[in-house]
């Protein structure tokens, strides 16, 4: 990843309502929520709700599909995991032995169950 695109998605992350959003997406695994739902959730009105998606989309963390009357939005597992690597590429750098590190786990979606 890029330092470019990491300052993207840190900047997107760095307000609180876009990183409850993104959360939420990530809890909800691979089907995410709609975009009613997450109104819901957060207690956000519409446009505001609308501009913090846009923000996330742009930096690639967030993805949407329209299902009918539905956008149905998703967390960028990719993007996200990417982010993390970056973040933690230089973590175990002088250390003598592999073993004392621990890197971040990747993330994989899970299924909802219906």
Known sequence: ???IIALACLDALAQEHRLNL????????DAGLS????????????ATLTNHL??????GLVSDERRGRVIQCTAN???????L????ENC????SSSADCQPAAVCKPRRRTS
């Not at 846009?54 to 930096?59: D, M, Q």
């Not at 597992?77 to 982010?83: A, F, G, I, R, S």
């Not at 690597?85 to 933690?88: A, E, N, R």
């Not at 175990?92 to 250390?95: D, F, I, M, Q, T």
């Open 22 to 29: 993104f959360r939420l997406l990530v809890q909800a695994g």
């Open 1 to 3: 990843m890029e330092s």
């Open 77 to 83: 597992y990719t993007q996200m995991n990417e982010l």
């Open 54 to 59: 846009h923000i996330l989309r742009r930096a």
């Open 85 to 88: 690597g970056y973040l933690t």
């Open 35 to 46: 975009v009613g739902e997450l109104g819901q959730a957060t207690g956000l009105p519409g």
């Open 92 to 95: 175990c750098a002088g250390l």
